[in-house]
């Protein structure tokens, strides 16, 4: 037994090979959400890009967000469309918009019974599910309901 | 130069139309027993036999979606003499669709071209599916913040949008339900659906089981195996047809403001990505959503059709739960017939360009699901994706 919220051997996230959004991976390691923001002018975006939306800066970093949000939409999965998943039964897929990263939006697995009845706007924290035995190790953010 | 001149040279209305369409027999996916480069070339030899034209009459090619059949070598296989525009409109899924028609018609209403085949061939058999996960160790790039967490099929990416619009708008289920009804209804009057004799109940709907929430297994398209195609002239040359002109009234494509921001953060996140591009196409059309008499609107998900109908201006995105009624989308009787071949759900998915095609043979009087008088018969392409697009095409009392 584990305490991973989806079986095991789905694609483990890598940093892109470009660069891009290799700092979100580092600090997602350490247990820290870091996100793109941009020094031109002070907002965050995602996913990362090499050019600010906003500004047309190239100037961008990566920024300690606080890991908390709220959900802006989700999704029960039944079908297994993936062979690790064949027994996996029903999971939960949440969009949370992070309030504290100009609204920006991550897709993790809501934790806890995935037949639960799931309200948008409820708030959520990450919670960091850590693989540091796996070939690449790897942190997941998921996230779980605020009480 | 007048501004009259400017505005009308810049406009497709009425100088394009369709002469010719045709199709392969449609497959289940994996069992066309053809490679996909053959079923693209039995598609537009097809559709050339409906025009009455040679085959190297053809000089231009465009398609969507990457695929895969190079017009190269289409031009090369079908000895074409003189190939003026080979022409591919990015984008994923059927988004295309309808933009790989504006494609071939700005070309032709500007000189570029005489005589433009639009395709698509999908062989999966032979390429592999849409709705399967990758099965690798490792995944970079927007797809890392996504499949780790077991969203990786189109079914997935989709219902994160329309669960949010159904929340917004109080939308229940049975409206979904409407859509899958109307395709697989008027399927059991075409000979050519993949699910011809395989009528759909509400009964057989409501105990299908989840795929994703909120579709269940009857708002999923197939996915399938064939070609399609679809021979364009200029007006003039039109006339000379066996077929009555089908003229194109309007055709265009795009998406709103970052549409395609990744992993899921388009601000205006819970739409088929019409909003813009609706205004577009009834602008240059000169027609309102009342005008239409028939539509065809592609099913990826009815989640989609829903949003697209809603933001084409048929129907109020509060008043989902009552316009979205069985009757309405039933040929002949219904106010607004809808996916009259039975669609990508239930005829085949070809992408969506056997929506194209029936909203031509609407125009001709040759639907297995005629609407009464269709003058103005349109087509909406690939909602959610980014870009998408849209037509409409119109019987000659609309020129
Ligand atoms: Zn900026």
Redesign the pocket.
Known sequence: MNDYYLNQGLPKPVASPDGLDGPFWEAAQQGILKLQK?R??G?FQWGPEWI?H??H?FDLGFSEVDASGRIYSYERVWHPVHPALKEQGAYLVVLVELPHADQVRMVGNLIGDAEQDVLIGSDVKAVYEHHPDDDPSHTLINWALTQ | MTDIKTTSARTLRGQVAVVGVGETEYYKRGEAPDPEFKLALEAIVTACENAGISPTEIDGFTSYSNDRSDASRLAAALGIDDLRLANMQWGGGGGGGSAAIANASAAIATGGAECVVVFRALAQGQFGRFGQGPQRNTISGENAHTIPYGLMTPAQMFAMKVQRFMHDHGVEQAALRAISMASYHHAQHNPRAVMYGRPLTEEIYDESRWIVEPFHLYDCCQENDGAAAMILVSAERAKDFPHPPCYLLSAVSGSHHRAGAPVHNAPDYATSTFKTVAPRLYRMGGVEASDVDVLQSYENFTGGVMMSIVEHGFCHPDEVNEFFVNDRFLSPSGDLPLNTSGGNLAECYMHGLGLNIEAVRQIWGESTSQVNDAEVSMVISGPMVTPVSACIFGAESTI
Do not use: A
Request: proline letters at 0%; hydrophobic letters at 0%; aromatic letters at 0%.
């Open positions: 941009c031109g002018c907002k600010c906003r500004c800066s």
